[in-house]
């Protein structure tokens, strides 16, 4: 009986077995690893280039996880729709071999898990012959990603850039630094001149202008410091918005606009070369102007108010009073370099009470103006007042 039992539990094990590698459908194909099309591309375009930013695919086009890529196409052309990657623009190289890194089967989320897309980019530089003198014009790009036989699943999602050719920039920028700001100068060249004219005449819906830009020579953090109409001839800017006590780097570009029914699309054109400023503020204010005295103190004790106009540097810190007693004699017999200030700390407002006075004396007032970095203005005209 014991034998037989035996013989039975066995018989059951090998049935279970049997049951847990039965197949539930038709046996799956093998996949073909096609990566699926990426559809994120973007583009952008200054000058005659034009970068392209796009994910690499982490799904076939089966949805199993990408263990190897191939090279990969960028396609470009002058028509609307691409339909194939006929004549490629360039042809990127595999990334490096080996497999990549698969999801776990077991993971609920097998998407989840898989590993997070590269990102890629690559740069075209646009033929002369394909840009236009037509606002209209458009370039068309798509990247299509093989596999490691050099099969792929199709083209990217489509992105269009303005073909319509853009203005040279500068190629005679200089700065200087005065009290007011950097001074930028360049000139149109007559070549610049004669293309503007020429895109003007085929295509009006356009307009052009000079874009300034300003480096932080320290973060190499970008600011727009200001924009220009272009014009013909030599042209001025003048930048007040930077912080004093920094270097930067300024450079020039043209601005394309295109206005369309539904849009405006701007293309930068190439940089000049940038030129460097040191921004070392060793410029005083403006002189104070409109200095004057007035004594006061019939019944009570005297003092002479003393008012000027008011200076309109952005960097004014405050003003300096400066007093002399008549009868004070000097080496060369000038009042004024004997002139004393009466003040311990900076006068914030356009007026002071000077209330050390003595009847029977005459005073001489003089005031300058001190901006934030200590700067001092030359003084000002003088003006006198008598304390009976």
Not at 194 to 206: C, M, Q
Not at 229 to 242: L, N
Request: hydrophobic content about 35%; charged content about 25%.
């Amino acid at each position: 009986m014991r034998a037989h039992l035996g013989k039975f539990f066995a018989f059951a094990a090998l049935c279970v077995l049997l049951a847990s590698c039965a197949q539930t459908g038709p046996p799956l194909p093998p996949s073909l690893e096609l990566p699926k099309p990426p559809a994120d591309l973007r583009a952008t375009r200054k000058g005659d280039r034009v970068t392209l930013n796009w994910s690499e695919p982490t799904l076939t086009t089966d949805r199993q996880s990408v263990r190897y890529i191939g090279p990969t196409l960028v396609c470009r052309s002058v028509e609307n729709e691409i339909t194939h990657c006929g004549n490629p623009a360039a042809l990127l190289p595999a990334p490096p071999a080996g497999p990549r890194k698969v999801s776990s089967p077991h993971h609920k989320d097998r998407k989840a898990a898989s590993d997070k897309p590269t990102p890629e980019t690559d740069t075209d530089t646009v033929p002369a012959s394909m840009l236009r003198l037509d606002a209209a014009a458009e370039l068309t790009y798509a990247v299509e990603v093989l596999n490691r036989n050099a099969r792929g699943a199709g083209l990217s999602n489509r992105v269009h850039v303005p073909a319509v050719v853009t203005l040279a920039a500068p190629g005679d920028l200089s700065a200087s630094l005065n009290g007011d700001g950097v001074e930028l100068t360049w000139t149109c060249a007559l070549e610049v001149q004669k293309a503007f004219n020429d895109l003007s005449g085929r295509s009006p819906g356009f307009e052009v202008r000079y874009r300034i830009y300003r480096r932080e020579e320290s973060t190499g953090k970008d600011a727009i410091a200001g924009e220009v109409s272009f014009e013909p001839g030599a042209v001025h800017f003048m930048d007040s918005s930077f912080e004093w006590e920094k270097t930067y780097l300024y450079r020039v570009t043209t601005v394309t606009t295109i206005k369309r029914a539904d849009s405006e699309v701007q293309v930068e054109g190439d940089d000049s070369a940038p030129v460097r400023v040191v921004a070392h503020d060793v410029f005083p204010p403006s002189v104070p102007t409109g200095l004057q005295a007035a004594y006061s103190g019939e019944g009570q004790k005297p003092f002479i108010d003393l008012i000027w106009a008011p200076v309109t540097n952005a960097d004014l810190a405050g003003y300096n009073v400066y007093r002399l007693e008549a009868g004070a004699e000097t080496a060369s017999g000038g009042a004024g370099e004997k002139m004393v200030k009466v003040n311990s700390e900076l006068v914030k407002s356009p007026a002071y009470r000077d209330s050390a006075v003595e009847s029977g004396k005459t005073y001489t007032y003089s005031v300058s103006a001190v901006d934030v970095r200590g700067n001092e203005s030359r003084r000002s005209e003088e003006t006198s007042e008598a304390v009976p």
